[in-house]
C-alpha cells in the first residue's frame, strides 16, 4: 500500500473497486497477446479457450468504475 508507483492503485482498488484506464488497456492488450501466442501455439478448438477467458475477464475489468 506504500509503494510509491503502485499504492495508489491498490487503495484505490480496495476502498473504491475503481481500475485505471490505463491499467484497463494494459489487461486488454496482454489478453490479445495472449490470444495471438494461442491461435499460432495450439491447434483450433484449444485456441478458443484463451479469447473465451479474455472475453469474460475483460468485459469484468470494463464494467468497473475509473478513476
Known amino acids: 500500500m506504500a509503494h510509491p508507483r503502485f ?8 476502498e473504491k473497486g475503481v481500475i485505471s484506464r490505463r491499467a ?3 489487461a486488454t492488450m ?3 497477446l495472449s490470444i495471438a501466442i494461442s491461435f499460432a501455439a ?10 473465451g477467458v479474455a472475453v469474460i475477464c475483460l468485459s469484468w ?5 475509473e478513476i
Open 61 to 65: 475489468i470494463w464494467r468497473k468504475p
Open 7 to 14: 499504492g495508489h492503485h491498490l487503495v484505490a482498488w480496495r
Open 30 to 32: 496482454a489478453f490479445g
Open 42 to 51: 495450439m491447434s483450433m478448438p484449444l485456441s478458443l479457450i484463451p479469447m
Open 24 to 26: 484497463k488497456w494494459s
